[in-house]
């Protein structure tokens, strides 16, 4: 008995010991560290319930316009915060009103004031809500670069009926192009676009 475990199954087991070395338990150590990597690759969107504190780019500014929203008690807001570069790129703030318009706030770059820029009518606020319609469908889209500008883009809703308004999707954008991240450039643009249409000179 002795010898048949010597001669047959020894051999053997000295065999698999080898094959698990080279092979199949370095196979599962690499999945083992490739998993964590995969499960947090996206982060996760920001829920109704998202603090104040969650934001990232410009959170002063984001509590202003949180505040702003109250104040005007707006049905729905859109922000777009930007930081670093140069200087800035500005903020640009998107307030709906009970009437059916819109407001627009807009921080120059790099100042420090708000400026009301003419109202969104509401035949414009139909084609405003068609541009935006994937705002919150969007991620976090982010290329590291060296003093890019970054943005955050963030969409307030009522949780309730006449309630006050929370975060339902906030996102950052650094580094996208058409090629890239078509659809936050595309949103990036409609901000700019209502900016630009209504400053008042």
């Not at 051999?11 to 599962?28: D, E, K, Q, R, W």
């Not at 560290?33 to 500014?61: C, G, H, Y």
């Not at 319609?133 to 307030?156: G, K, M, N, T």
Request: aromatic share 8%.
């Amino acid at each position: 008995m002795r010898s048949f475990l010597r001669l047959v199954l020894l051999p053997i087991l000295a065999f698999l010991g080898v094959a698990c070395g080279n092979s199949a338990c370095t196979f599962h150590k690499q999945d083992r560290e490739a998993s964590p990597t995969l499960q947090t690759a996206s982060k996760p969107k920001a829920s109704m319930a998202a603090k104040l504190i969650d934001a990232r780019i410009q959170p002063a500014w984001q509590q202003a316009f949180t505040a702003r929203a109250t104040a005007l008690q707006a049905t729905e807001a859109w922000g777009l915060f930007s930081e670093a570069g140069y200087v800035d790129d500005g903020q640009i703030m998107i307030f709906v009103l009970p009437s059916g318009t819109a407001a627009v706030e807009s921080v120059a770059p790099g100042a420090r004031t708000v400026k009301q820029l003419a109202s969104v009518s509401a035949a414009d606020l139909l084609l405003l809500r068609k541009e935006f319609a994937f705002f919150d469908e969007l991620d976090d889209f982010i290329e590291p670069a060296f003093d890019s500008i970054q943005r955050e883009a963030v969409h307030l809703v009522r949780v309730a009926d006449n309630g006050p308004l929370d975060v339902k999707t906030r996102f950052i954008i650094v580094q996208a192009n058409p090629r890239n991240a078509p659809r936050h450039v595309a949103l990036i643009d409609s901000f700019i676009k209502i900016r630009q249409a209504r400053t008042k000179n």
